[in-house]
């Protein structure tokens, strides 16, 4: 990922093999997968993605040690877990390789509103391509075959937390059970609109706004940002506006259990 003045390119390299080419979201420890699998609906109460049952809510240290528990007791050679950051940034990378559009709003046209209370997964069932949305208000939608992508219930982003100096730590390795092995500093948002972003060597991006735009400029999100929080992204049915896009990160403390606060399950 490249940018030269207000241009950003995103493009796909042939040679994986190079000292330079940092690619996290297929890293498990020490060892590059070749397959990511992201479960097509959010998780439920059996800590698996099923289709016509309604989301689990619960804090994200309570998912995260119940998923631990459920599948694998080695927290080091673990497969699955809560989405992490690396591959929420790869589904990211693939809508505007796809759309080439920042302004996601424009293009997603409208997702479902609830307003209310979480509903079942089940919605886009019926929909065989990889992705679906309509200008309905009852509806709900799926991009690259994820159901919910954005509203209905929050996805915990496992693997993160932002420090005393309110800059976002990572753990690269996505093993992303023992909190001592995040990475500092590799990232520091803004609490505002994004106006532009920029790529690290280590694959993050990170806002470059220094005022605040409105929900019609630019990349049409926000980053929230606080000190000793954990993020969660792509919205929840109820407190929904135009701030809340593909891009956008909000947060919570790890040990928040809000209705609204749920997981997608993760296999690498």
């Known amino acids: ?29 020490n060892d590059d997968k070749n397959t990511l699998y992201l479960w097509a609906y959010k998780m439920v109460s059996w800590y698996k993605s099923l289709s016509w049952v309604k989301p689990l809510s619960n804090s994200r240290s309570s998912i995260r040690s119940w998923v631990k528990s459920t599948y694998d007791s080695s927290a080091w050679t673990n497969r699955y877990s809560q989405i992490t950051i690396y ?20 293009v997603i046209w409208k997702w479902y509103i ?17 992705s679906y949305w309509t200008s309905s208000n009852t509806s709900q939608i799926k991009l690259f075959w994820l159901e919910d992508f954005r509203w209905n219930i929050f996805e915990w982003i496992d693997g993160n937390l932002y420090n005393s100096s309110t ?6 390795t996505n093993s992303i059970y023992q909190d001592s092995d995040y990475a500092t ?27 605040w735009w409105s929900s019609t400029e630019y990349y049409t999100d926000v980053f929230d940002t606080y000190k000793w ?11 929904m506006n135009d701030r809340e896009w593909i891009f956008y990160f909000s947060q919570a403390w790890a040990a928040d259990n809000w209705e609204w606060y749920g997981a997608r399950l993760m296999y690498l």
């Open 1 to 29: 990922m490249s940018k030269s003045w207000s241009i950003i390119t995103l493009s796909i390299t042939s040679e994986p093999n190079k000292d330079w080419y940092q690619y996290y979201a297929h890293t498990k420890g």
């Open 87 to 106: 591959p929420r940034w790869f589904i990211c990378a693939l809508y505007m390789m796809k759309y080439g559009n920042p302004k996601s709003q424009s």
């Open 114 to 130: 609830w307003w209310s209370s979480t509903v079942n997964t089940w919605w886009t069932n019926n929909q065989t391509s990889a």
């Open 167 to 172: 800059q976002l730590t990572v753990d690269k």
């Open 185 to 211: 500093n590799l990232w520091a948002p803004a609490n505002w609109w994004i106006a532009a972003i920029e790529w690290t060597n280590d694959g993050m991006f990170k806002n470059t706004s220094t005022s």
């Open 229 to 239: 929080r954990a993020i969660v992204a792509w919205g929840k049915f109820n407190g």
